[in-house]
């Protein structure tokens, strides 16, 4: 279930990077990444726009992709306001992006979405936190083997959906978490926020960055720049 894979995507990121309102932020993530998009389906299959859930004709998955990429924009929204972490940000926008390249091929070809939306969290996971985040991917063959087990999809829309999205968020993920970029912000931090080795939260998200990318303490900063 992908809505599913998302609510765990979102969990597991913050409780790796625990920030403050971890709650809310959870909410947040899952309420717009997660329960929204399955009302809006769950509407649009009860007034008639979509024969089922999993709106399996295709021609009537448009206005579906429009709604759940709406959702997925307001939650882009609110999680920037919240000052979220980076990451929680950045999946958020993946999810955008990803779901209007499979919307565009979706009116051609009718490309396996279940595959897709397995395939960007835990490809994002992988990216941010690691080789041991790649068990995950194992959920991939459970769902791809039920959708080709249903006749709902063909091995080549489920495997387009998968390895296309993969490679969709690698490229998305690097661009998000340039290093040029990370250096500027470093050296334009005002203040250091250490206390006794712990990493400690700062308003500007800097430091917090700092972690996600490289899993160390903040790198103090002098007048020659990073040392």
């Not at 709406?70 to 920037?80: I, N």
């Not at 080789?131 to 709902?152: D, E, N, Q, S, T």
Request: net charge positive.
């Amino acid at each position: 279930n992908a809505p599913l894979v998302t609510l765990y995507a979102f969990a597991i990121l913050i409780f790796i990077l625990n920030p403050p309102s971890a709650l809310l932020l959870f909410a947040v993530s899952a309420f717009f990444g997660s329960f929204l998009p399955i009302l809006i389906v769950l509407s649009m299959m009860k007034i008639g726009i979509i024969p089922d859930f999993f709106a399996s004709v295709r021609r009537t998955r448009t206005k579906p992709f429009i709604g759940v990429i709406t959702s997925y924009l307001m939650g882009l929204v609110a999680l920037a306001l919240l000052q979220a972490p980076r990451s929680l940000v950045a999946l958020m926008a993946c999810y955008i992006v990803n779901s209007l390249v499979m919307l565009a091929i979706t009116q051609v070809w009718k490309i396996s979405i279940h595959a897709s939306g397995v395939a960007g969290p835990v490809t994002f996971l992988i990216h941010q936190h690691g080789a041991y985040m790649l068990p995950f991917l194992a959920l991939l063959l459970p769902v791809g083997w039920a959708r080709i087990k249903l006749k709902a999809h063909s091995v080549r829309q489920v495997a387009a959906g998968a390895l296309l999205t993969i490679i969709l968020t690698l490229v998305q993920a690097e661009l998000y978490y340039n290093r040029n970029d990370l250096e500027c912000l470093v050296l334009s931090t005002r203040g250091r926020s250490q206390s006794n080795g712990q990493m400690q939260w700062d308003p500007e998200g800097t430091h917090q960055i700092i972690l996600e990318k490289t899993h160390t303490k903040t790198v103090p900063l002098q007048s020659g720049g990073i040392t």
